[in-house]
């Protein structure tokens, strides 16, 4: 998944948690690749991708909702 866009896409959709997740995902990826011996941003990246993926299912399935 490409945090970037979907940092931008789910703030303007409402999923404000999505967006939020995705943007400190973003952050730790940059600082992970200005420094890839960085093991907390590694780690946090890791242990972060579960609740990425539950909330983008999340926002789908409201955004299936609302439209129908």
Do not use: M
């Not at 931008?8 to 997740?21: E, F, Q, W």
């Not at 960085?38 to 890791?46: F, G, R």
């Amino acid at each position: 998944v490409h945090v970037h866009g979907l940092k931008s896409t789910s703030r303007l959709i409402g999923a404000t948690k999505l967006s939020d997740l995705a943007s400190k995902l973003e952050a730790s990826g940059n600082k992970l690749q200005a420094d890839p011996n960085d093991k907390t941003q590694a780690d946090y990246i890791n242990s972060e991708q579960g609740n990425l993926v539950t909330l983008y299912d999340e926002a789908i399935e409201a955004a299936s909702a609302e439209l129908g």
